[in-house]
């Protein structure tokens, strides 16, 4: 994912522009069910799919989003489209942080990341929840490249350039509010794809003062952005 493809057309001319570990996984699926419908599928493939409504389906990839964008977008104000509603997501650095930690130390467990195609680069070596200073010291020698650690400024740029921004704590409020202006094929109700659940791996993560303030650093950027609450 890139600042080049990551935003979701939806209808009515609202583009939501994503973030890794800011409900990406949410959002992507609350798009498949009410973005733009001549970009989208006939109803007999939704029905299809409709029993794996929690999930995105495998639709929504960085491929397909590239081509809406180099399609739709306003080449002078990439990725949206031009006179478009701009939405965002945003989160507490640190608390991504640890997000970001607990995600791909399940990832590195149960599957071997850098054999993605394109992910050549990818070395989970250094991640684990059960030593984080080890995490933080592979962060700062550049040993990690993976992008879920990457910011939420190189994502998303400027707040400034949004006419709405949620912070992670209100996406219930943005799926009630998409419901409304882009009825759901089908249906569906997108409201309940958001359970604000701390996962299990997510609670047994506890930093330091010492190791919150060397992550608030890292994020320097973002908080000075304004990508914080």
């Not at 996406?171 to 998409?178: A, I, P, T």
């Not at 701390?198 to 650093?217: C, G, H, N, W």
Request: glycine share 4%; net charge neutral; proline share 3%.
């Amino acid at each position: 994912m890139t600042p080049a493809d990551n935003v979701f057309y939806f209808n009515n001319d609202i583009d939501l522009r994503v973030c890794l570990k800011n409900a990406y996984t949410t959002m992507r699926t609350a798009w498949l069910w009410c973005g733009k419908t001549d970009l989208r599928f006939k109803d007999e493939d939704y029905q299809e799919i409709l029993h794996r409504y929690t999930g995105h389906s495998g639709h929504g990839s960085s491929p397909s989003r590239y081509r809406e964008c180099m399609k739709y977008q306003d080449i002078w104000n990439i990725p949206f489209r031009r006179g478009s509603y701009k939405i965002a997501i945003r989160r507490d650095p640190v608390e991504r942080f640890k997000s970001a930690v607990s995600h791909l130390n399940r990832t590195r467990i149960h599957k071997d990341y850098s054999s993605e195609e394109g992910k050549e680069y990818i070395d989970l070596t250094h991640v684990t929840i059960d030593d984080i200073d080890k995490v933080l010291d592979a962060m700062d020698n550049q040993l990690i490249r993976d992008e879920h650690f990457f910011s939420q400024t190189y994502f998303m740029g400027m707040p400034n350039e949004y006419d709405k921004i949620y912070n992670l704590n209100e996406v219930g409020d943005l799926l009630k509010w998409l419901q409304k202006k882009c009825p759901p094929r089908l249906g569906v109700d997108i409201t309940s794809l958001w359970a604000n659940k701390t996962k299990d791996t997510e609670s047994r993560i506890t930093l330091t003062p010492e190791q919150t303030m060397r992550v608030i650093k890292f994020y320097a950027k973002d908080y000075a952005n304004g990508w914080y609450y």
